[in-house]
């Protein structure tokens, strides 16, 4: 940075970083060609930055139209219908705050059911392997 004299007038107009700047920009590999990834299948990315997850996320439109959404936004109009039904007077914040309660009350109760049930068929699987090899 050059030797300025540093007034009132002129402090808010220094570009303090741009020495940092240019170095960053020197930095960067010139004419790097970035590799098509695929981060789900039948979707492209390109490189490391400003890729498109949104195909994992259950979320999202992508994945709802190739069936691996949640249905979670069917689920907010059903439930929205039914609390306006019910409760009239209520806002839309306490209907948001009950429908998300709801669902990752759901959403847990899912997962821990299905954890279950793998455990017992992890179960059910090892100790009929053990009476197969008791009986043979």
Not at 59 to 84: H, P, T, Y
Not at 85 to 103: D, I, K, Q
Request: with cysteine; glycine share 6%; proline share 2%.
């Amino acid at each position: 940075m050059k030797n300025i004299e540093i007034t009132n007038q002129n402090l808010f107009h220094i570009d303090w970083a741009a020495a940092d700047r240019q170095k960053f920009l020197q930095s960067i590999p010139v004419g790097r060609v970035q590799k098509n990834k695929q981060i789900a299948p039948g979707i492209m990315c390109k490189g490391v930055l400003m890729q498109d997850v949104s195909g994992n996320d259950g979320r999202s439109v992508k994945a709802m139209l190739r069936g691996r959404g949640d249905l979670r936004a069917c689920w907010w109009n059903v439930f929205n219908v039914a609390a306006i039904v019910l409760n009239p007077c209520g806002t839309l914040e306490s209907r948001m705050y009950a429908f998300h309660r709801m669902h990752h009350f759901v959403t847990v109760t899912r997962l821990e059911f299905l954890n279950n049930l793998g455990e017992i068929a992890w179960a059910v699987k090892t100790k009929a392997l053990k009476l197969k090899r008791s009986v043979s």
